[in-house]
């Protein structure tokens, strides 16, 4: 009897803070998800970043045996000195001499990663007046690319995914979760064509280190905006058409972005994905002003109601009541 009394009350508890347990459910789901990627990530990339630390180290101590005039100590200065302009975009190399950072697309470039938050990190601003404005520039343009990409995807979104689900739905009867899907599925396999699959066949030709899968990496990458700066086309000492190309990843960083927001729009109005997000949100409570006006309006209701029944059994009180006649001579009159 306890034991069920127990598990009855558990389910009610369960079942009254559903939206709760779920969310704690999404929240240690993320955790674990968080801790399986760094667990992968360590077991995969530790052993190539040991690999390259004793390669490092050999070489080093190949190029100090055969150059014995220089000490390890000044080798280390230059060592550092050249690494901390190279976190900056500069090199020393003789065949990266000729790119500049700092030109009108390379700055054009740049601009576009500062807006779109992708921030390759390849090039950051030298000087504290650069810094400063870096600041200001981010500031004011983060929120206005933010407004001006919501403008161009709700516009798109009129005519990539809300009229033809609504046409095809109307003029061919098929159900419009399903058309959603299906249109959702299509549009989605569009964009990995055009701005993954192709793009990255075109870096792969057209950068000499890069293969299929590096390039296609690199759309991956910037596409979502996480931008790790390892991969960055158009930065080869001998890169020809260089102002050209820049121009035109810039050009292919904007769309991407726009087609990538209205692809996740479209897979967001999806009915199952609507009714999977309820599941973690908060429901909406009533406000306090409502539900007082409801009482009253449920109060007063409930006087009328009563005030006119009261009144009806009045009335009818108030009719004389005329005995039922068996026969004429009963009356009182004829008599």
Request: glycine share 4%.
């Amino acid at each position: 009897m306890l034991q069920s009394l127990a598990s009855n009350s558990c389910v009610r508890l369960i079942q009254t803070h559903k939206s709760t347990w779920y969310f704690v459910s999404l929240v240690v789901g993320y955790l674990l998800y968080l801790i399986f990627g760094a667990v992968v990530f360590s077991s995969v990339e530790l052993p190539y970043e040991d690999l390259l630390r004793q390669e490092l180290r050999n070489i080093k101590k190949q190029f100090l045996q055969e150059n014995d005039c220089l000490s390890e100590e000044r080798l280390e200065q230059f060592l550092k000195k050249a690494l901390e302009a190279s976190n900056y975009g500069v090199s020393i190399l003789n065949n990266a001499s000729a790119n500049w950072n700092w030109d009108f697309t390379s700055a054009l470039f740049f601009a576009s990663t500062v807006l779109s938050t992708t921030g390759y990190g390849h090039t950051a601003p030298l000087s504290d007046g650069g810094k400063a404005f870096c600041i200001i520039y981010s500031v004011i343009g983060i929120p206005f690319t933010l407004l001006f990409l919501t403008a161009v995807v709700q516009r798109i979104m009129v005519f990539s995914t809300r009229r033809p689900i609504t046409y095809i739905h109307t003029h061919w009867g098929l159900s419009k979760p399903l058309v959603a899907i299906v249109h959702a599925t299509v549009l989605g396999m569009l964009a990995v064509s055009c701005f993954f699959l192709i793009p990255a066949a075109i870096f792969s030709a057209l950068e000499e280190n890069w293969n299929f899968l590096e390039s296609f990496y690199f759309c991956f990458i910037s596409l979502s905006t996480i931008g790790l700066g390892d991969y960055v086309p158009g930065e080869a000492a001998n890169q020809k058409f260089r102002e050209l190309y820049k121009v035109g990843i810039t050009v292919y960083l904007i769309l991407g972005l726009i087609v990538m927001l209205v692809v996740l729009e479209t897979f967001c109005e999806l009915q199952q994905l609507k009714q999977l997000r309820k599941m973690f949100y908060l429901k909406k409570e009533k406000p306090v002003d409502r539900l007082a006006i409801l009482e009253h309006d449920e109060l007063s209701f409930t006087t009328v109601s009563n005030s006119g029944t009261t009144q009806s059994q009045d009335k009818s009180q108030t009719f004389v009541s005329v005995p039922t006649l068996a026969s004429p001579n009963d009356d009182p009159m004829i008599q």
